[in-house]
């Protein structure tokens, strides 16, 4: 069973559209993040939700903008994509107590 | 400001043989867990090993072990025997128990084992 999965897996899209990253945990999680992760392969917060709340917002563009339906889901919605919006996006929840992140497989997003 | 620095960026090693990679950290928590995260070319990230910094005993899985050293804020892993699928990027995290929901992740090491 996938604990934390991802839609879609790779992207491909022009400069200027909109898309959006669905994440979903079926671990029962109540916290679940969003990270950057860059041709570096440095990994950046974007976004925390815990119970639906935003309680982690880094200085990111307001071009992407978070939702929580509800503590399982987390998606990611990106207007007017941006050459630099390239890279890989990470979904994670994190387990308590053990404050263990699990991630998705990522989504690897290309604009052209 | 809390930071993770892994200062080895690139590191190989012969197939069977031992590597340690190295982390360093830098808080005024005095309660934390620790983790290294390996992200294979597949990019997954997984879980290796965990730490939690009241405790003394060293964590292991397996061929994986750390040597946690709070007073000197290092947190390295060790890995024995080891083996073409460790060839990947290996990541150290730290996250204090004082009720922030931030991780904090260094740059990363990328480990080559080699046949």
């Known amino acids: 069973d996938t604990a934390v999965s991802q839609t879609p897996k790779y992207l491909v899209t022009q400069m200027g559209n909109d898309k959006s990253i669905k994440c979903e945990q079926n671990?029962?999680?109540?916290?679940m993040y969003w990270y950057k992760q860059d041709s570096k392969k440095f990994l950046k917060i974007m976004f925390s939700y815990n119970n639906k709340e935003l309680i982690i917002n880094e200085t990111v563009p307001n071009r992407f903008s978070p939702k929580s339906p509800d503590k399982a889901h987390l998606n990611l919605h990106i207007n007017s994509l941006e050459l630099g919006d390239s890279a890989v996006y990470f979904c994670?929840?994190?387990?308590?107590?053990?404050?263990?992140?699990?991630f998705g497989p990522g989504t690897r997003l290309l604009v052209l | 400001a809390q930071t993770v620095t892994q200062s080895q960026p690139e590191m190989s090693v012969q197939e069977a043989e031992t590597v340690t990679l190295s982390c360093t950290y830098d808080?005024?928590?005095?309660?934390?867990?620790l983790f290294w995260y390996k992200q294979p070319p597949s990019r997954q990230m997984i879980l290796v090993i965990r730490q939690e910094a009241y405790k003394q005993q060293n964590a292991t899985e397996n061929r994986f072990s750390v040597n946690f050293q709070k007073a000197a804020k290092s947190f390295s892993l060790k890995i024995s025997d080891s083996q073409l699928g460790d060839t990947a990027m290996y990541f150290c995290a730290f996250i204090p128990t004082s009720g922030t929901y931030k991780y904090i992740f260094g740059t990363g090491t990328r480990l080559k084992v080699l046949a």
């Open positions: 671990l029962g999680h109540d916290t």
């Open positions: 994670a929840s994190r387990s308590l107590p053990q404050e263990t992140q699990y």
């Open positions: 808080t005024s928590e005095n309660n934390y867990y």
